[in-house]
């Protein structure tokens, strides 16, 4: 059963700095790649950054030099600790693995929201 908890999301002002968090219960986990999506209202989901097993990891351009993706197999953790916020990075924020393991609700997480204001 997959399991995947999204916490460290709320509001913050333009130019501040969050830390999300997301505990994955799948097997297999240190060999998987993992990433962070995020889904706007009215919006298509999207990959905002992504991290293989070694640790080498991908970001959307428009996250480029101001997120950072991190993982801890040991702990089944990965993080993204975002800087220089921009009220387009409000969205609600989920992680999974890299592609997902499917769309459906089954898959996901509750996810965590993340409110920029200007």
């Known amino acids: 059963q997959v399991q995947l908890v999204e916490s460290g999301g709320g509001l913050v002002q333009a130019g501040g700095s969050l830390r999300l968090s997301c505990a994955a219960s799948?097997?297999?986990?240190?060999?998987?790649?993992m990433a962070w999506y995020r889904q706007a209202p009215g919006k298509q989901r999207e990959l905002v950054a992504g991290i293989i097993w070694s640790g080498s990891p991908r970001y959307a351009s428009s996250v480029k030099g101001r997120f950072t993706i991190s993982r801890d197999n040991a702990k089944k953790m990965v993080n993204l600790q975002m800087n220089s916020l921009k009220p387009e990075d409000t969205a609600v924020y989920y992680c999974?693995?890299?592609?997902?393991?499917?769309?459906?609700?089954?898959?996901w997480g509750q996810g965590t929201q993340v409110t920029v204001s200007s």
């Open positions: 999974n693995t890299d592609p997902p393991l499917g769309w459906s609700l089954d898959y």
């Open positions: 799948i097997s297999d986990f240190r060999i998987r790649a």
